[in-house]
């Protein structure tokens, strides 16, 4: 048969560059040794979701550790699933996390020799390196209808075979040149197939970066390399875009690894060199004792949005990946309380083999360190940008008091410099955790345990007395007045010694103060939470704890 007749039938194209020519335009990229090139590639779907982000970190950390080259190449091969400003939302998502590309899709950098970095406009390359395939008898035309091709699948189902298109269930795969011709003539859709010499009893082994030596047995399946509509499909397109993207090492998804042959034998029709391949495991969850995959359906966290309106802190989700994608990061980090994550000897052959377990209760801790080690400047501006993005109206306005917020902020967050507190988790729950500062939004359920002639006495008598200039000791002192006037041990251990004597002791009477004016027995420093307010809110909030004070029974 005429190859090139044949070629030239089914590609007719007149603009495409001969093969060679992009080994030209396309050169391999001028790095230092052991510099990798590596790349995330998503559909531009929209959706980008913590195993995306978990992947391009160990691409990111992967190219930045080698002084590589991490770049963006949107594989939109398949039209209906685009979704408009898709692109930019994975940049803009995963620049959130502190994760940049070097070059690639929509990245404005001098770096992008490589491109175009979106598949639909590298047409001609897919073209031409189909085109040549055909000459070489490597790959050929297939007229099977949907319906021919699910009629052998139901076939191969009943004899219990491996489905697809091989052997003798390759039907195109022999067509004479008459019958290629007859069909062209009645302008009969079709695919273009590679024309597979692997077979499945050979075994070969191959070296994946993270899995280590696995066996791989050889592809026998004519797979389609470009569709009816003239796109390639997924695994053409990767061998050639890895290939002249130049990517050194390709980092995805477990759930590629049965395609690996197909890649495999792929990269040798074409001449190429393949790429080191390093398949990561997927993201597991513990569910009811079992260890299962996240699920876009039933897992909301598995939503890169879920972190960003809960308000973890991004670098503590980063971390927290940092720790499940290798797993002495976390030793470092303690030896190394106050390096950056990027300092880490990040290397992708120590990535778990299996099954990581992704812990949200992990994740929470290390927000509230980081958190803790934000000044309270840095503390306003990471809640404010939540507050401005999530919040209600009402936390949106108390953030444009940065003051008061940050006199808050160091109480609640403890002395800087000494052991911090980490009272704050994400965003969300930090902005309700101060928002009884706020006057418009504090409405207490007062749950007083005294009795209610002793709030009343114990909130009329403190209040009297209350002078904002007191310092702890003084501001103590008159608590413990307030104690004793009403019937209560000034010293806890009195009330220890000899409890029958006194209602009560020195603290409950701290807690019905606290309670009138936090809303809550438990809160920082009450002498600083009432200095922070001023007088005239504090004995506003006593006053109004006394009116309508829902205490115990009186007695
Ligand atoms: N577009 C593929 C995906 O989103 C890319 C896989 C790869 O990284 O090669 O799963």
Redesign the pocket.
């Known amino acids: 048969m005429d190859l090139k007749k044949l070629a030239n039938a089914l590609i007719p194209d007149e603009d495409l560059l001969p093969p060679e020519e992009y080994e030209k335009i396309y050169p391999p990229r001028s790095l230092p040794a052991g510099a990798e090139v590596t790349?995330?590639?998503?559909?531009p779907t929209g959706f980008i979701h913590l195993g995306n982000l978990y992947s391009a970190l160990a691409d990111e950390r992967t190219a930045h550790t080698t002084g590589g080259v991490f770049y963006l190449r949107i594989?939109d091969t398949d039209e209906k699933r685009k979704v408009e400003g898709a692109v930019e939302s994975v940049i803009r998502s995963l620049r959130y996390f502190g994760i940049n590309f070097d070059e690639g899709a929509e990245i404005v950098s001098d770096l992008n020799a490589y491109g175009p970095y979106y598949q639909r406009q590298r047409a001609k390359i897919y073209r031409s390196y189909a085109k040549k395939l055909i000459e070489e008898g490597k790959a050929y035309p297939c007229f099977c209808t949907e319906e021919e091709l699910d009629k052998v699948r139901e076939e191969q189902n009943a004899e219990k075979l491996v489905t697809g298109y091989y052997g003798k269930y390759a039907k195109c795969r022999n067509l004479s040149e008459e019958e290629i011709y007859s069909r062209l003539a009645a302008d009969k859709p079709f695919v273009i197939r590679l024309r597979s010499s692997g077979d499945v009893a050979n075994k070969t082994s191959f070296c994946d970066a993270i899995k280590g030596d696995i066996t791989v047995t050889e592809n026998d399946q004519d797979v389609v390399i470009l569709k009816s509509d003239g796109i390639p499909t997924?695994h053409f397109a990767?061998a050639i875009d890895d290939h002249f993207m130049r990517t050194t090492l390709?980092?995805?998804?477990e759930e590629?690894l049965s395609s690996l042959p197909i890649h495999i034998e792929l990269f040798k029709v074409l001449g190429f060199k393949p790429p080191r391949y390093a398949h990561t495991c997927s993201l597991m969850k513990m569910d009811g004792g079992t260890k299962r995959k996240l699920s876009k359906r039933k897992d909301p966290e598995l939503s890169l949005d879920y972190y960003r309106k809960a308000g973890y802190y991004p670098r503590a989700v980063v971390k927290y990946l940092m720790t499940i994608l290798n797993s002495d990061f976390e030793e470092w980090e303690l030896k190394n309380p106050l390096a950056d994550y990027r300092d880490f000897p990040f290397r992708i052959n120590k990535m778990g083999k299996s099954g990581a377990l992704f812990d949200l209760d992990k994740l929470s801790d290390i927000s509230r360190t980081e958190i803790s080690k934000l000044s309270e400047e840095e503390c306003y501006e990471f809640l404010k940008g939540w507050a401005d993005e999530f919040g209600s109206p009402a936390d949106k306005a108390h953030f444009e008091d940065k003051e008061y917020i940050v006199k808050i902020l160091a109480l609640v967050m403890g002395t800087s410099g000494k052991k911090r507190r980490k009272d704050i988790e994400r965003a969300e729950q930090g902005v309700n955790l101060i928002s009884y500062f706020f006057d418009d939004v504090f409405s207490p359920e007062y749950g007083f345990r005294a009795a209610r002639e002793d709030v009343e006495k114990a909130l009329s008598l403190f209040a009297a007395d209350y002078d904002p200039q007191d310092d702890n000791s003084a501001w103590f002192s008159k608590v413990k007045k307030v104690a004793a006037a009403i019937g209560y041990a000034a010293e806890t251990s009195e009330y220890k010694a000899n409890p029958q004597a006194y209602k009560g002791s020195v603290s409950d009477v701290a807690e019905i103060l606290r309670i009138a004016v936090t809303g809550s027995p438990n809160s920082p420093d009450l002498c600083s939470i009432m200095k922070i307010l001023g007088k005239e809110r504090t004995l506003r909030r006593l006053e109004r704890a006394a009116n309508t004070a829902e205490g115990g029974a009186r007695s």
């Open positions: 790349r995330l590639a998503p559909s594989e997924y990767h390709v980092i995805r998804g590629w």
